[in-house]
């Protein structure tokens, strides 16, 4: 079995991981599977001390980007940032069905014009059928047709 000495903490849980992983992966078994394990630590020790500082960059760009949005999250969960959010969002709403409301006046203006305009006519038809109507029952149609 392999031999290395882990300088930081942060080799250990390289190794320990790698380590896990290879067992995760199918390594299994008192010989074969150990040792594919170990070999797959020493691999990722080597890898980690060669690219030390390219990892170290991720981690802590991770770190910094997991600290801002426990900040945002923090802020966000204020009860004045909550209420400044939901005063926002009420005006783009009333701002919203204000718009509506206004549209909404102008149709029906349009609508009662259109009605009235329809029932004027109707009144102005009905009262030509009506004059129409009395010549045609001041007639009586029944004599006129018997005597053809």
Do not use: N
Not at 36 to 48: K, N, R, T, V
Not at 97 to 125: D, I, M, N, P, S
């Amino acid at each position: 079995m392999p031999e290395y000495a882990c300088q930081t903490y942060q080799e250990a849980i390289v190794i320990v991981t790698a380590h896990e992983m290879q067992h995760c992966l199918g390594a299994s078994g008192r010989q074969q599977g150990e040792f594919s394990c170990e070999m797959m630590a020493w691999d990722a020790i080597e890898y980690f001390r060669e690219h030390r500082a390219q990892i170290q960059s991720q981690i802590s760009a991770g770190a910094q980007k997991a600290t801002a949005q426990i900040q945002r999250h923090q802020e966000s969960s204020r009860p004045e940032v909550r209420l400044q959010q939901k005063t926002t969002q009420t005006r783009a709403l009333l701002a919203k069905w204000e718009r509506k409301l206004k549209f909404a006046g102008t149709k029906v203006k349009k609508y009662r014009k259109a009605l009235a305009r329809h029932q004027g006519r109707l009144q102005q038809l009905r009262s030509q059928v009506a004059g129409s109507s009395w010549l045609f029952h001041q007639i009586d149609v029944t004599r006129f047709f018997r005597t053809w």
